[in-house]
C-alpha cells in the first residue's frame, strides 16, 4: 500500500503506538499523520529529539506543507522532551497529562478542530527508573485520549528498549504498528483482552491478512483477508466488538 496510507484510518479518541526500527520509518509515518491533522484543520503537537525537528519539517515541505505558515499560526508545535516530558528535571506522568490537557484546551479555544499529539519516547532508555514508569503512563494516556477531540501517537525505537517493556507498551495501545522488516507491516488493533492483527505487505499491496485472538491464547478466534485495509479494519472492530461483549 502507499506510504503510511494507514494513519487515515486514526480516529479521535485513539491512543496508538509506532514501533520503528529506523529513523525513515519513524519519520514516513509520523509526517503523513502530522499533515492529515493539518489537512483537517487540527493542532500538531510534536516532541522530537532536538536532530528530529527539522527532518520533519523538511519532509512536510517536501509534501506541499508551507511549515513556516502552520507554526506562526499555532498550528503546528514542535517541543524538546525537556520542555515537555522532563519540564522539572524528571519526569512526571501526571504533569505530563494535566499538559496535554491544557494544550488541548488551548487549541480548541483558538478555533482548532481537534488536537493531535506525537511523542518520541526514545528519553525514557537512558534511566531505569524512567523506564519502569512508561506502562504506568501509557495506561495514563490510554485513559485521557478516548472520548476527547483528540489523539496520540506514541513513538518507540525497538532498538533502545527492551523486548518485554516493549510487549508491554503494545499492550496499552488501542493500536499499535510494528515491521518485521521494509516490506511486511503489522497493525494490532485491541479491544479488552482480545486483540486483532492486520498484515499489509509491499509484495501484496492489495491483500490485508487478518487475525483475531484472545490474550493468552495460541487459537485464532477468526482469520481473512480483505482487498482493503479499511474492509480489515471493519471486520476486525465488528468481531472484537462481538467477542468483548459476548
Given at each position: 500500500?502507499a506510504a503510511a496510507t494507514h494513519t487515515l484510518?486514526?480516529?479521535?479518541?485513539?491512543?496508538?503506538?509506532?514501533?520503528?526500527?529506523?529513523?525513515?520509518?519513524?519519520?514516513?509515518?509520523?509526517?503523513?499523520?502530522?499533515?492529515?491533522?493539518?489537512?483537517?484543520?487540527?493542532?500538531?503537537?510534536?516532541?522530537?529529539?532536538?536532530?528530529?525537528?527539522?527532518?520533519?519539517?523538511?519532509?512536510?515541505?517536501?509534501?506541499?506543507?508551507?511549515?513556516?505558515?502552520?507554526?506562526?499560526?499555532?498550528?503546528?508545535?514542535?517541543?524538546?522532551?525537556?520542555?515537555?516530558?522532563?519540564?522539572?528535571?524528571?519526569?512526571?506522568?501526571?504533569?505530563?497529562?494535566?499538559?496535554?490537557?491544557?494544550?488541548?484546551?488551548?487549541?480548541?479555544?483558538?478555533?482548532f478542530r481537534a488536537f493531535r499529539a506525537a511523542?518520541?519516547?526514545?528519553?525514557?532508555?537512558?534511566?531505569?527508573?524512567?523506564?519502569?514508569?512508561?506502562?504506568?503512563?501509557?495506561?495514563?494516556?490510554?485513559?485521557?485520549?478516548?472520548?476527547?477531540?483528540?489523539?496520540?501517537?506514541?513513538?518507540?525505537?525497538?532498538?533502545?528498549?527492551?523486548?518485554?517493556?516493549?510487549?508491554?507498551?503494545?499492550?496499552?495501545?488501542?493500536?499499535?504498528?510494528?515491521?518485521?522488516?521494509?516490506?511486511?507491516?503489522?497493525?494490532?488493533?485491541?479491544?479488552?483482552?482480545?486483540?486483532?492483527?492486520?498484515?499489509f505487505d509491499s509484495e501484496a499491496p492489495s491483500?490485508?491478512?487478518?487475525?483475531?485472538?484472545?490474550?493468552?491464547?495460541?487459537?485464532?478466534?477468526?482469520?481473512?483477508?480483505?482487498?482493503?485495509?479499511?474492509?480489515?479494519?471493519?471486520?476486525?472492530?465488528?468481531?472484537?466488538?462481538?467477542?468483548?461483549?459476548?
Open positions: 500500500m484510518f486514526f480516529r479521535e479518541g485513539d491512543h496508538i503506538c509506532l514501533f520503528y526500527r529506523t529513523v525513515e520509518e519513524q519519520l514516513e509515518t509520523l509526517a503523513t499523520f502530522i499533515k492529515i491533522g493539518l489537512d483537517r484543520d487540527e493542532c500538531c503537537f510534536c516532541v522530537l529529539p532536538d536532530d528530529r525537528g527539522q527532518q520533519l519539517l523538511s519532509r512536510l515541505e517536501s509534501m506541499g506543507i508551507d511549515t513556516r505558515n502552520q507554526v506562526s499560526r499555532g498550528a503546528l508545535v514542535l517541543a524538546a522532551a525537556g520542555d515537555t516530558y522532563l519540564s522539572d528535571g524528571s519526569f512526571d506522568q501526571n504533569r505530563m497529562a494535566k499538559m496535554l490537557e491544557s494544550s488541548l484546551r488551548e487549541s480548541l479555544s483558538a478555533g511523542g518520541d519516547l526514545g528519553w525514557a532508555a537512558c534511566d531505569p527508573g524512567y523506564c519502569s514508569q512508561l506502562p504506568e503512563y501509557e495506561t495514563l494516556m490510554g485513559q485521557f485520549y478516548p472520548g476527547r477531540p483528540a489523539l496520540g501517537l506514541c513513538m518507540y525505537d525497538t532498538n533502545l528498549f527492551s523486548k518485554d517493556l516493549l510487549r508491554t507498551i503494545m499492550d496499552q495501545h488501542q493500536i499499535a504498528l510494528s515491521s518485521a522488516d521494509n516490506a511486511r507491516r503489522t497493525m494490532r488493533v485491541r479491544n479488552g483482552s482480545a486483540f486483532a492483527d492486520i498484515i491483500l490485508f491478512h487478518y487475525t483475531v485472538q484472545k490474550d493468552g491464547s495460541s487459537e485464532f478466534i477468526t482469520v481473512g483477508q480483505e482487498r482493503s485495509l479499511a474492509s480489515a479494519l471493519a471486520t476486525v472492530r465488528s468481531t472484537l466488538r462481538s467477542h468483548w461483549s459476548a
